[in-house]
């Protein structure tokens, strides 16, 4: 058993390589070990190519015979870009397959460990199983809801502002902190914000890190920009926004049907989805069903208070995450978070911290909603 937790470690390590690369396909890890020695490693890196266990197969080459496959998720058995996982393994001689967790996948869900047993390998799973599924939480909240896994970052001075009285916002926090982000950027499907934060400040929304900022990322090929998602639900984008000069893609959803600014909004590059909604505001859930059809994983929110606020008060967000600068921004700065409503202390959103590490000078405090 201790050598079940050692090895399925190093291959938990090994599919963290993949976190920026492998959308829409879930991070994977896999390592073989014959004779107590290992004889092969390989992860998942993007999708369309080789999956872990094919790579760590190719690896160990005619050592794989007899050896234990160590698979961070349950080993596909179905035909999608690439072939059966578990068919490699039963052509190789693999005697053994430990699997963190089964695949949250309904075309697979056990039907890879059952073609497995079926072939007489040994075939178990559940080793590391927090640890393999904390890998993928966007796949698989995917597989069982059919919407991705969300996140909203949020920054704010010590007295918890994210503006001065007159809008005034950059920068709160410092260099490291913001590079920080960068790196959440880098590993979220999409990135969601606000038509008020395109109007006040025209972000880019892209990641702006070189690939050997980011652990995994062999070239800028592998490098993929997440898709950029504007709310606006009267379609007040300009087509002269400047995320719309970038590479990657940018979608627009909204609850108007003003088709000739659609139409220039479509010529400067994006993409004009209607989604249900009022006038001044979509439907939060219509948009995740949305994101969740493209085969989104994980999102980002990077918007002003009042879509975070409308996103928590829904309990549509599942990390929230606050970078909190050490300094003070005054009584008449702008709050964290627009929620109307909440009067009494039994109004109150209850949150559990995960976690707070310092980030330079400031702080990163992750918290999700309470069970």
Same mark, same amino acid.
């Given at each position: 058993?201790?050598?079940?937790?050692?090895?399925?470690?190093?291959?938990?390590?090994?599919?963290?390589?993949?976190?920026?690369?492998?959308?829409?396909?879930?991070?994977?890890?896999?390592? #073989?070990? @014959? &004779?107590?020695?290992?004889?092969?490693?390989?992860?998942?890196?993007?999708?369309?190519?080789?999956?872990?266990?094919?790579?760590?197969?190719?690896?160990?080459?005619?050592?794989?015979?007899?050896?234990? =496959?160590?698979?961070?998720?349950?080993?596909?058995?179905?035909?999608?870009?690439?072939?059966?996982?578990?068919?490699?393994?039963?052509?190789?001689?693999?005697?053994?397959?430990?699997?963190?967790?089964? &695949?949250?996948?309904?075309?697979?869900?056990?039907?890879?460990?059952?073609?497995?047993?079926?072939?007489?390998?040994?075939?178990?799973?559940?080793?590391?199983?927090?640890?393999?599924?904390?890998?993928?939480?966007?796949?698989?909240?995917?597989?069982?809801?059919?919407?991705?896994?969300?996140?909203?970052?949020?920054?704010?001075?010590?007295?918890?502002?994210?503006?001065?009285?007159?809008?005034? /916002?950059?920068?709160?926090?410092?260099?490291?902190? @913001?590079?920080?982000?960068?790196?959440?950027?880098?590993?979220?499907?999409?990135?969601?914000?606000?038509?008020?934060?395109?109007?006040? $400040?025209?972000? /880019?929304?892209?990641?702006?890190?070189?690939?050997?900022?980011?652990?995994?990322?062999?070239?800028?090929?592998?490098?993929?920009?997440?898709?950029?998602?504007?709310?606006? /639900?009267?379609?007040?984008?300009?087509?002269?926004?400047?995320?719309?000069? #970038?590479?990657?893609?940018?979608?627009?959803?909204?609850? =108007?049907?003003?088709?000739?600014?659609?139409?220039?909004?479509?010529?400067?590059?994006?993409?004009?989805? %209607?989604?249900?909604?009022? @006038?001044?505001?979509?439907?939060?859930?219509?948009?995740?069903?949305?994101?969740? /059809?493209?085969?989104?994983?994980?999102? #980002?929110?990077?918007?002003?208070?009042?879509?975070?606020?409308?996103?928590?008060?829904?309990?549509?967000? $599942?990390?929230?995450?606050?970078?909190?600068?050490?300094?003070?921004?005054?009584?008449?700065? @702008?709050?964290?978070?627009?929620?109307?409503?909440?009067?009494?202390? =039994?109004?109150?959103? &209850?949150?559990?911290?995960?976690?707070?590490?310092?980030?330079?000078?400031?702080?990163?405090?992750?918290?999700?909603?309470? %069970?």
């Amino acid at each position: 058993m201790r050598d079940d937790h050692r090895h399925m470690a190093r291959a938990i390590e090994l599919a963290r390589r993949g976190l920026y690369t492998t959308h829409p396909n879930p991070r994977v890890g896999c390592v #073989l070990v @014959r &004779d107590g020695a290992v004889v092969g490693e390989g992860w998942h890196r993007r999708a369309g190519e080789a999956h872990a266990e094919r790579i760590a197969l190719a690896d160990a080459g005619g050592n794989a015979r007899g050896a234990t =496959a160590y698979v961070t998720l349950e080993p596909c058995s179905h035909h999608g870009r690439t072939p059966p996982c578990a068919d490699g393994l039963i052509e190789a001689g693999v005697s053994r397959v430990v699997a963190a967790m089964i &695949d949250p996948n309904p075309l697979v869900a056990g039907q890879g460990m059952a073609r497995l047993a079926a072939a007489g390998i040994d075939a178990v799973s559940g080793v590391l199983e927090t640890d393999a599924a904390a890998l993928n939480p966007g796949f698989i909240k995917r597989m069982a809801t059919g919407r991705p896994y969300v996140r909203c970052k949020l920054a704010m001075s010590l007295d918890g502002r994210t503006a001065m009285a007159n809008g005034d /916002s950059q920068w709160i926090t410092g260099e490291d902190a @913001r590079r920080d982000v960068q790196r959440l950027r880098a590993r979220s499907d999409a990135i969601v914000t606000g038509i008020g934060t395109v109007l006040a $400040d025209d972000p /880019s929304l892209n990641v702006r890190l070189s690939p050997d900022q980011l652990p995994g990322v062999e070239s800028a090929d592998y490098l993929l920009q997440p898709l950029r998602v504007v709310l606006d /639900s009267r379609l007040r984008m300009p087509p002269s926004a400047r995320m719309l000069s #970038l590479p990657g893609q940018t979608l627009v959803l909204t609850v =108007a049907e003003d088709l000739d600014h659609g139409v220039a909004l479509a010529e400067a590059g994006a993409e004009v989805i %209607t989604l249900p909604g009022q @006038r001044d505001a979509l439907d939060l859930g219509a948009v995740l069903d949305e994101l969740g /059809s493209r085969q989104i994983n994980e999102v #980002l929110i990077e918007a002003g208070p009042t879509l975070a606020g409308a996103a928590l008060a829904a309990g549509l967000v $599942d990390e929230l995450i606050v970078y909190m600068a050490p300094h003070l921004m005054g009584d008449g700065g @702008r709050g964290l978070c627009h929620l109307p409503g909440l009067e009494h202390m =039994a109004d109150r959103i &209850d949150l559990t911290i995960s976690d707070i590490r310092a980030v330079g000078r400031d702080w990163r405090i992750t918290v999700q909603p309470a %069970t």
